[in-house]
C-alpha cells in the first residue's frame, strides 16, 4: 500500500467544492480543511505508487477549483496513543 498526504491551493470560493469532490473518491480517506498556506489536506490510499500518479493525475486534477497540489508519500506511518 502506498499513503501519501495531498496538500491542496484552491480557487477563493471553491474550498467547500474541493472538499466535497475529493470525498466521493474511494481513495481519499480523510480530508481537511485548513487555514495557512494550503487550504486543504487530504490523506490518500492506492495500492502503489503507479496507483497514486494515477488518481493524482486522473482524479485529483479534473476537480474544477484546485489551482496547485503538493503530494507528500509517507514512507512509514508512526501511531501515538496520546489523549489531548
Same mark, same amino acid.
Given at each position: 500500500? *502506498?499513503?501519501?498526504?495531498?496538500?491542496?491551493?484552491?480557487? =477563493?470560493?471553491?474550498?467547500?467544492?474541493?472538499?466535497?469532490?475529493?470525498?466521493?473518491?474511494?481513495?481519499?480517506i480523510e480530508v481537511y480543511k =485548513?487555514?495557512?498556506i494550503y487550504d486543504i489536506i487530504?490523506?490518500?490510499?492506492?495500492?502503489?505508487?503507479?496507483?497514486?500518479?494515477?488518481?493524482?493525475?486522473?482524479?485529483?486534477?479534473? =476537480?474544477?477549483?484546485?489551482? *496547485?497540489?503538493?503530494?507528500?508519500?509517507?514512507?512509514?506511518?508512526?501511531?501515538?496513543?496520546?489523549?489531548?
Amino acid at each position: 500500500m *502506498t499513503s501519501a498526504l495531498l496538500l491542496i491551493n484552491c480557487v =477563493i470560493g471553491y474550498q467547500d467544492n474541493v472538499v466535497n469532490e475529493l470525498k466521493k473518491l474511494p481513495e481519499f480517506i480523510e480530508v481537511y480543511k =485548513i487555514d495557512g498556506i494550503y487550504d486543504i489536506i487530504a490523506k490518500v490510499n492506492t495500492t502503489s505508487e503507479e496507483d497514486l500518479g494515477e488518481v493524482m493525475v486522473s482524479k485529483t486534477r479534473k =476537480i474544477e477549483g484546485i489551482t *496547485t497540489t503538493s503530494t507528500l508519500v509517507i514512507l512509514k506511518e508512526e501511531h501515538t496513543h496520546t489523549k489531548l
